[in-house]
């Protein structure tokens, strides 16, 4: 039952406490904060760096070259883009180096619109990221997804961007992590730092089990057979629902992927479903000019020209220059649960 | 008759030297600096070692043997002095090196051969440092915690509070030092530094080393930078600083020595800014040529020690000689070493992983490609 940010939390005790995590630090991330999305709250090994993301990533990078672990958050992914150099070295330095220097880090930050952030809480991130070779870049869609990606995150040698959905932060599961409570309040009550003075406070970490989702591998969410959507993140639920309304509605099923892994993403879960239902529709809320969802139609298109029924498309958000605060900006440049349906019934309905 | 667009080397040009030594000095000054006459001939000899790499590496990129050089001849005093003091070893309990593409002395004085330095020149697959994929000088060794160099300007500032970090952590007398020029110090990085080495209660032993030859490529430093030494930036932060004439080698050697023992036992950072000379210009991108009318550490310090008795002509010659040979050998053996194939494309971009179900190994192209 735990939420998003609770999971990440508690995977990241996991990691400090089993997997040799020896830093979770950024801006505002250790005491008395823990994190503008509390998701780092009670860390053993949790600090404030100076308000300097350049500073954040190099010092990742260099607790890492020194054999540390280190976790580090920037704290929107709209400040991130001041390090695109730094993502792009640490990504090359086992290829530039022929082997010499692993780089394992995992570097969190909170992405996409759902928060009335206006223009620079409202970032996407997974298209700048999947350019950026060397990384791998995953993003859950819920709670239990978050804590094993974010283990598996840790565990692997190679940097990882951990891209985390910010309007579901705070979103429960349905389902347990392993190793949590059954009774969310009593989770609250041992995880969650009181409001106001939080000095003698101490975590009551539950005894969490490790639990890996492996990184490229997706979830089949909804099985059909009218058409094939692929999403992740944030709009994955709003893919999910708008497909249960479709079938109670209108008796139409479909394939919902939650592709869970940007890079290296599931090709032989997303080649089977296409060949199975020849239709296909990508979802995210990411700008639409050179969206990562591009690459995988290209790939559809490459390699399922002809298994296609009706023409592949894609549900992005529009092409301008941030989100505007006014609501009208926002649901009318971002995909919302209305185009999602829309978008979903006219792949089902679309004659061949 | 050397080509027309080729410089005469420097080794063999020069004033007329005495012949024949006096008493050997047991001790080289400048000012009320010393350093012993031996150490004086061990820097000496790596400092030509230095030099004569470096001009065989400018004669290959304008022979096209490689397509690209770049270096630090003129900073040679300032290389080899750091590199001979280096704590070399691998882990926190030694020296890490956040280096920058003017190092060549460093790692020859820290005992790299010549020839891994002309492999990545020369592109081969032996080149340990990058396989034949970086720059020359862009070296990474992992044994001796030399961290890979980039092109970017920089960068190495804001990584080097990491290592410090750890090394902070695990105690010792290991450190981190952190090299690059003084343009670079435009960037917010060096800032980066300079900052998260002085947390406070949090400072870390890192030693800044700035190299001053007062260019950005073609940019006059003065043009672009009102500071007059880049060593004044430590002030604001309360760290130890100090600037000294890269062109002499006993006052380098003590400065490099001053400094590292703070580091080493105060662990805390230091600020050091060297000015040094650019004798071939910033790269082979701006021709390469010899800059006639900047000092010349390697003949102001051979003058020197010949004009104190320490070495004659001959045993200068002998050296020189020497170490032509040895580049000459290196270039010859590395252009017969295989060059990196095909197959050498994807690999090493991702260390083996078991959470990984598409790239469990190395990368193979896009996912699931057949």
């Known amino acids: 039952m735990a939420s998003i940010a609770q999971a990440v939390r508690m995977a990241l005790h996991y990691g400090e406490k089993h997997l040799g995590v020896t830093d979770v630090f950024g801006e505002d991330v250790g005491p008395p904060l823990g994190g503008v999305f509390t998701v780092t709250q009670g860390l053993k090994t949790a600090w404030n760096t100076p308000l300097d993301e350049r500073g954040i990533i190099g010092t990742a990078m260099g607790i890492a070259y020194a054999g540390g672990r280190p976790v580090c958050e920037i704290q929107f992914c709209d400040y991130a883009f001041n390090v695109l150099d730094m993502f792009k070295i640490a990504g090359n330095q086992r290829w530039a180096s022929a082997g010499e220097f692993d780089m394992p880090i995992v570097v969190m930050t909170p992405t996409g619109a759902g928060i009335r952030g206006s223009l620079y809480h409202s970032h996407c991130f997974e298209s700048w990221a999947s350019r950026i070779p060397g990384w791998k870049v995953v993003m859950p869609s819920n709670a239990l997804d978050a804590y094993g990606l974010m283990i598996a995150a840790i565990k692997d040698p190679n940097p990882v961007f951990m891209l985390l959905p910010k309007a579901l932060l705070r979103a429960r599961d349905t389902r347990l992590l392993p190793g949590e409570p059954a009774d969310a309040d009593e989770l609250s009550r041992m995880i969650d730092a009181p409001i106001g003075d939080r000095t003698d406070w101490q975590p009551q970490w539950p005894d969490m089990e490790e639990y890996i989702v492996p990184i490229g591998k997706a979830e089949l969410v909804r099985e059909g057979g009218d058409g094939t959507v692929i999403s992740y993140g944030r709009l994955l639920p709003l893919c999910v629902q708008a497909a249960d309304e479709l079938a109670r509605d209108h ?6 992927i939650d592709l869970r892994s940007i890079f290296p993403y599931d090709w032989e879960m997303i080649s089977r479903s296409v060949q199975k239902t020849g239709r296909v529709l990508i979802v995210n809320e990411d ?7 591009e690459h995988l139609l290209r790939r559809v298109v490459d390699e399922h020209f002809y298994d296609l029924t009706i023409r592949p498309r894609t549900l992005m958000g529009k092409h301008i220059p941030g989100i505007g605060m006014n609501q009208n900006y926002e649901i009318n440049s971002v995909p919302q649960l209305g185009d999602v349906r829309a978008a979903l019934r006219e ?4 004659p061949a | 008759m050397p080509e027309l667009n080729e410089d005469s080397s420097d080794l063999d040009s020069g004033s007329p030297r005495r012949t024949t030594r006096t008493a050997a000095p047991a001790v080289i000054r400048s000012g009320r600096e010393v350093i012993s006459a031996e150490l004086a001939l061990t820097l000496f000899r790596q400092m030509i070692r230095t030099r004569v790499l470096e001009e065989r590496s400018i004669k290959m990129s304008k022979s096209g043997e490689a397509y690209f050089w770049i270096g630090g001849p003129g900073e040679e005093a300032f290389n080899v002095c750091l590199g001979l003091q280096v704590h070399r070893g691998h882990g926190p309990a030694f020296d890490y090196l956040h280096l920058h593409y003017r190092n060549a002395g460093v790692m020859l004085a820290m005992g790299m051969p010549m020839i891994n330095h002309v492999r990545q020149l020369a592109m081969r697959q032996t080149d ?10 862009h070296y990474a060794v992992k044994a001796w915690n030399v961290v890979p160099v980039s092109s970017v300007i920089e960068v190495q500032f804001a990584m080097a509070p990491g290592t410090a970090l ?3 952590r695990h105690g010792g007398e290991g450190i981190t030092m952190v090299v690059g020029g003084e343009a670079g110090t435009a960037e917010g990085d060096f800032e980066t530094c300079l900052n998260w080495s002085t947390r406070p209660g949090q400072e870390l032993p890192v030693l800044m080393l700035v190299t001053n030859n007062r260019y950005g ?3 006059d430093l003065h043009t672009v930078c009102a500071e007059k030494l880049v060593s004044d930036r430590a002030a604001p ?8 004439d890269g062109n002499d080698p006993v006052l380098v050697w003590n400065a490099l020595d001053r400094a590292m023992r703070y ?13 040094v000379s650019r004798l071939h210009g910033h790269s082979s991108s701006s021709g390469a040529q010899r800059v006639w009318g900047e000092t010349d550490v390697l003949a102001t310090f051979e003058q020197k020690l010949i004009d104190c008795g320490a070495i004659d002509s001959v045993a200068v010659q002998a050296m020189k000689d020497e170490a032509k040979a040895e580049a000459d050998a290196a270039v010859v053996a590395a252009m017969k070493e295989p060059e990196p194939t095909r197959e050498d494309v994807y690999r090493f971009t991702y260390a083996p992983s078991e959470v990984d179900a598409v790239y469990p190994k190395d990368y193979t192209g896009l996912p699931g490609a057949k």
């Open chain 2, 237 to 244: 932060y309360g760290i130890r600083a100090e600037s000294v």
């Open chain 1, 347 to 350: 792949l089902a309905t679309d």
């Open chain 2, 166 to 168: 750890i090394q902070k």
């Open chain 1, 287 to 293: 700008t639409e000019i050179t969206n990562y969802a």
């Open chain 1, 251 to 256: 008796g139409h099923s479909f394939d919902v």
């Open chain 2, 263 to 275: 580091c080493r036992r105060e662990r805390k950072p230091f600020l050091l800014e060297a000015m």
């Open chain 2, 128 to 137: 340990p440092h990058s396989r034949g994929r970086n720059f020359v000088g």
């Open chain 2, 217 to 219: 490529i073609s940019t």
